[in-house]
């Protein structure tokens, strides 16, 4: 199953990228997923999954659109 | 009493005279500092009606007792008057070497009354005011006037300054200080242009009488270099506040086009990774280890200091996506001293209301260069300068055409970048916001968007923008620190009262906070009424554009969705009725009697009738 992972501020610097496709051989959930993105789960504070507000257990299905962020504040 | 210093240092313009003035403890722990003292000093002083722009109006200088301290992020200042923008009370919080030098001058408020017969500026060093000339640095931008000074005192100074916008009235003009920093959105800067003074100049060499001076120069300077440990070990300052740039434009918040669209696909042309590609430099506050200033060459070459408010209303909502060109129309603003959300928003109001026939021009979205030179007539009131420098709300009932319903602004003060067609709990946010619509009061949109249904209105959204009000407009705008480490990196809060009690010995709690914060704010709307006697609820209400269906997305995330007048009014209810306000949004007898606000209310009762 594929799923699509965009991140925010500096997550692109622990993961090393903004937008991947990632490829899973078993359904993970966001957790696991931030685990194999090498991203502290501790800094992903905010996960929508396909726009709508989701939790570190749920489980990601193929074709999902993962936005992930720290949290921030804008100034 | 320790953490105060308990003097005011006023000074009158005309008379060219000053004098030392003391307070009492009671008044410290009331109101505690910063904006409490600022909203009570304003209050007492200032009578209803007065032309904000007049002498008769006071320019505030305020520090709070952990200013200053060497604990995270205490280099801040807020500046306050009654705004010329709004017509109510107006502030601003800036980072200053203003704040520490004050401090060490013996002081933590200034009162600046009356009017310079010439320009002038004003030095303070300890127990000495002098009065100078500005006629060498009058006409001159906020960069050469610092540069002036500097060359002339020395780099330690504290400085507070205004650009041409602030000396000829612009409505948005700010306060500058150390090149980057810029405070007072409501117009702090026309307020000192009004008085002829082109600058502030402090310098101390006094102590700061503080109770635990070893505790906290340990604890502070322990998490002083945490905080900075935990930027680092994260990354916050590779983007800083512009990491949220392409945050708002994946869930339909960014401000594009005057706020009509919420996303555009050539936004990650100006984001916080373009800014940093583009880095030249970073700069930060006093007593800060994690500095938020990147700063990038702009298109003539000057170094420009970027923020996410900045990008966002000067790139995004003009639809500019050249980085260097927004970096431009930044350092234009910087320059000139005029602030970039108001900036920003009031000439894309003048684009959309060329667009929408009410008015004629020469300006269209995403033309940069004459964005530039609309700046500098804005800054000049030069030709349609003059109108430009209003600000938006002015300007659209000059226009009429029903343009003030596209005039992105509450309470006359323009939205800052979060564009919320249909985030209800952020447009409750800038509804509420103590002076008119700022981010800094409330930022609850990530909180929105990531733990409840973006279409609801429930009692938890108010509840939550409450709850934020009371930390960023109430604890970090009187203690007076930068909200950045906790709202950034998550330094929790429970750190603030620990500083708190060392500096001053006294045993508060956070709730001994929200109880100052919710004081401030009753006082706060107190002004606007007594300034705005037939005040009603729809003083709170954003523009009209965010609840005409017609102004619905047509593609992307929320596509044909907008706000629901009627639901955002329950959500307001819902507000009023947890702040223990009246329906009109004024605080009740009760609530003013609980807050310790008996004798404010029964004055405003000669105006208004309150109610229980």
């Not at chain 1, 999902?64 to 949290?71: E, N, Q, Y």
């Not at chain 2, 508060?508 to 006082?523: G, K």
Request: aromatic share 10%; hydrophobic share 40%; glycine share 10%.
């Amino acid at each position: 199953m594929k799923v699509t992972v965009k991140l925010f501020s500096y997550l692109i610097n622990q993961a090393g990228f903004s937008q991947k496709e990632i490829e899973l051989p078993a359904p993970v959930t966001i957790q696991e997923l931030l685990e194999i993105i090498q991203i502290k789960p501790s800094l992903a504070k905010i996960i929508l999954r396909n726009g709508q507000p989701a939790r570190p257990d749920d489980l990601v299905e193929d074709g999902d659109r993962l936005v992930i962020s720290p949290i921030f504040s804008g100034g | 009493m320790y953490g105060w210093t308990g003097k005011i240092l006023r000074i009158n313009l005309s008379s060219k005279t000053y004098r030392q003035e003391t307070y009492a403890e009671e008044f410290a722990h009331k109101w505690v500092g910063g904006r409490g003292f600022a909203v009570k000093i304003l209050w007492d002083e200032l009578k209803p009606g007065i032309d904000p722009l007049g002498p008769e109006n006071k320019l505030i200088v305020a520090v709070g007792p952990i200013a200053g301290i060497p604990a995270p992020n205490t280099g801040k200042t807020v500046v306050a008057a009654k705004s010329p923008l709004t017509g109510g009370y107006g502030d601003g919080n800036l980072g200053s070497r203003v704040t520490i030098q004050l401090r060490k001058a013996g002081y933590d408020v200034l009162i600046i009354e009356g009017k310079a017969e010439n320009p002038t500026y004003v030095t303070i060093e300890d127990d000495k005011v002098a009065f100078h000339s500005a006629a060498e640095i009058w006409g001159k931008g906020s960069y050469d006037t610092m540069d002036w000074l500097y060359a002339k005192y020395g780099r330690s100074i504290g400085i507070l300054t205004i650009g041409q916008g602030g000396e000829n009235l612009v409505r948005y003009a700010i306060i500058r200080s150390m090149e980057g920093r810029a405070g007072g959105r409501p117009g702090m800067g026309a307020v000192m242009g009004s008085k002829n003074l082109k600058a502030i100049v402090v310098k101390g060499t006094k102590n700061i009488p503080v109770a635990d001076e070893e505790a906290i120069k340990k604890i502070g300077t322990d998490d002083l270099r945490q905080v900075g440990k935990i930027d680092k070990e994260t990354g916050w300052s590779i983007q800083s506040t512009t990491g949220v740039l392409a945050w708002c434009n994946e869930v339909a918040a960014l401000p594009v086009r005057n706020m009509r669209k919420t996303f555009h696909p050539d936004a990650w042309r100006i984001d916080g990774e373009r800014l940093n590609e583009a880095r030249v430099a970073t700069y930060g506050c006093p007593n800060c280890t994690m500095r938020c200033g990147i700063t990038i060459l702009d298109k003539e070459g000057h170094e420009a200091e970027m923020d996410y408010e900045n990008i966002g209303m000067l790139g995004s909502d003009l639809e500019i996506f050249e980085l260097a060109q927004v970096g431009s129309l930044n350092f234009l603003c910087d320059d000139f001293g005029l602030d970039t959300i108001s900036a920003g928003g009031t000439l894309a109001f003048y684009a959309d209301a060329i667009d929408q026939g009410a008015v004629e021009g020469d300006f269209k979205f995403g033309d940069a260069e004459r964005a530039k030179e609309l700046l500098r007539l804005a800054a000049h009131r030069e030709g349609v300068g003059e109108l430009l420098a209003e600000g938006s709300l002015r300007m659209a009932r000059r226009f009429g055409h029903n343009s003030e319903d596209y005039a992105m602004q509450v309470k006359g003060l323009e939205i800052s970048a979060y564009n919320c067609k249909f985030i209800p709990g952020m447009a409750l946010a800038f509804g509420t916001s103590a002076i008119g619509a700022h981010h800094k009061e409330s930022w609850v949109i990530t909180y929105e968007i990531n733990e409840t249904p973006r279409d609801s209105y429930g009692r938890e959204k108010a509840q939550k923008v409450i709850e934020l009000q009371r930390i960023r407009g109430g604890l970090f705008e009187f203690i007076v620190a930068c909200r950045f480490p906790w709202v950034e990196l998550g330094w929790d809060l429970e750190h603030y009262p620990v500083y708190f009690n060392k500096i001053t010995g006294l045993d508060w709690q956070l709730e001994d906070f929200w109880q100052v914060s919710d004081r401030i704010y009753a006082l706060i709307r107190a002004h606007f009424v007594r300034e705005f006697p037939d005040w009603d609820r729809t003083r709170d209400y954003p523009p009209r554009v965010w609840f005409d269906p017609a102004n619905a997305d047509k593609e992307g995330p929320i596509a044909g969705k907008i706000l629901d007048i009627n639901k955002y009014d329950e959500l307001l209810a819902h507000y009023y009725d947890l702040r223990g306000w009246d329906d009109r949004g004024i605080p009740t007898r009760r609530t003013a009697e609980k807050l310790g606000l008996s004798e404010e209310f029964a004055a405003l009762e000669k105006i208004i009738k309150l109610k229980d």
